[in-house]
């Protein structure tokens, strides 16, 4: 058997983590099973979607790396099969067709509500069986041998009875499918193997296996993976912060940090292992070690896991990835200076500011004096060497050594009192007021201070 997997986001705004991460639960199967990642979108609610949030949603994928193998299908073109299928179930006497109307089944809601009765559907279309071409929805009749048990690959055997779901709509009267008809179409026609979903279609299930069963259809195999919870432990959204794969690149992650820690929220590598290349996490993946209880997602660990991936990246690979934030010609220089104390692409910025915002500090008129004429006579330094033999030269003219040395002369050359070590930056410094008339060398620097 080829495994074959999907992923179907309905378009109505950018990939929430949420979804991004059921994303890459099922591309991580379907690569580790050597089978087929296919995308479908559920566009069926005409009224929120659209191509611009079905582009958005494209988008997103493709800058966590998850390319598919098919699609993107879309329902709404799928109409066709829709309606021939309803029509099938009708003749096999699965469907029928109801003619209520809005009003009359809010009355029989009520109605129910008041005798403390389940709102299920009381089957008066289904005992008149009409067939006539006023307007109507199709409604599935639940049969006798209702109940279902499905063995989940995540969260074992459930069970749901046939008491506890009403005939319910497969077809709306405008002609277009309610979610678990089509899907079900969907699923089968596109031979999915295995349904690796969000806990909350958990409910749909009972309804789409009883599809499966009238139509004589083989089921695909579930995995409802847990929700997503913030760090108060109610389900994540907008009040947590950013929760779309989007608003996470705009806010300087990188994709690869981002597939990575979303994989963690969930699964666990048999290692124990947490920072890992997408191809250990396609070697290892399996379901069965996905854990049903819901995931928090931690901001901070994923800022530190972004960070581990900056650091371990050259300069050379970061500066086309920072240029989108920050552009300067000195940029890779400024990168390899500062990335070990950087955790997002977005932070560059802040940590490079000593090199073009300058403010003279209040320090030793005498030491600011004394740098100014070692970088008049000796020039500034270019490397370790020559940055070391201007300090000793330094602690010779003004007897200063340790920190009493270093904390004035950091502060005359970054105007900061902490910051990249001194060998490193004067060079940088040195380099940029070459090629960034904005920039302030350090001798300049120095002068300022004894203005």
């Not at 004035?408 to 940088?428: K, N, Q, Y």
Request: glycine residues 6%; negative net charge; proline residues 5%.
């Amino acid at each position: 058997m080829t495994v074959r997997v999907r992923f179907a986001p309905s378009p109505t705004g950018h990939l929430h983590v949420g979804g991004a991460r059921t994303a890459i639960f099922n591309w991580l199967f379907a690569k580790h099973h050597r089978g087929a990642f296919i995308i479908r979108v559920e566009d069926t609610d005409q009224a929120r979607s659209t191509r611009e949030s079905e582009e958005m949603v494209l988008d997103d994928l493709r800058w966590l790396g998850l390319a598919w193998d098919e699609g993107p299908y879309r329902q709404s073109e799928r109409l066709e099969l829709y309606t021939r299928l309803g029509r099938e179930l009708i003749e096999r006497g699965i469907a029928y067709r109801c003619y209520c109307t809005e009003e009359e089944l809010e009355a029989k809601r009520k109605q129910a509500e008041l005798e403390s009765r389940p709102p299920h559907y009381d089957l008066k279309c289904w005992i008149d069986r009409r067939n006539d071409d006023a307007p109507h929805a199709i409604r599935f009749h639940v049969p006798e041998d209702g109940d279902v048990t499905i063995d989940d690959l995540i969260r074992g055997e459930i069970t749901w009875r046939r008491e506890t779901l009403g005939d319910f709509i497969l077809i709306r009267s405008d002609g277009f499918p309610i979610y678990n008809f089509c899907v079900v179409a969907d699923d089968h026609d596109m031979e999915i193997t295995h349904v690796i979903r969000a806990e909350e279609h958990l409910t749909n299930t009972h309804r789409q296996v009883l599809i499966y069963r009238a139509m004589g259809w083989d089921v695909p195999r579930f995995a409802h993976v847990s929700l997503i919870l913030g760090s108060d432990r109610t389900k994540l959204s907008k009040r947590h912060g950013a929760t779309s794969v989007s608003a996470f690149a705009d806010e300087g992650y990188l994709p690869e940090a981002m597939l990575n820690y979303l994989t963690l929220l969930g699964w666990s590598s048999p290692e124990g292992a947490e920072i890992f290349t997408r191809d250990y996490a396609i070697e290892h993946f399996s379901l069965d070690r996905v854990n049903p209880a819901p995931a928090v997602f931690d901001q901070q660990k994923l800022e530190w896991l972004n960070g581990q991936y900056v650091h371990a990246m050259s300069a050379a690979e970061l500066a086309p990835l920072v240029r989108r934030f920050f552009d300067v010609p000195w940029l890779a220089e400024g990168i390899d200076v500062v990335k070990t104390s950087v955790h997002r692409l977005t932070r560059f910025e802040g940590a490079l500011q000593f090199v073009t915002t300058y403010t003279p500090p209040a320090v030793d008129r005498a030491l600011a004096e004394q740098l100014a004429n070692e970088l008049r006579t000796n020039g500034t330094p270019t490397d370790a060497e020559t940055y070391h033999a201007m300090v000793d030269r330094l602690k010779a003219a003004t007897g200063l050594k340790g920190k009493a040395l270093f904390m004035p002369l950091r502060l005359a050359v970054t105007g900061l009192d902490h910051g990249p070590e001194l060998v490193r930056a004067i060079p940088l410094l040195r380099h940029a007021s070459e090629v960034d008339p904005r920039v302030l060398s350090p001798l300049a620097r120095a002068e300022r201070c004894i203005a």
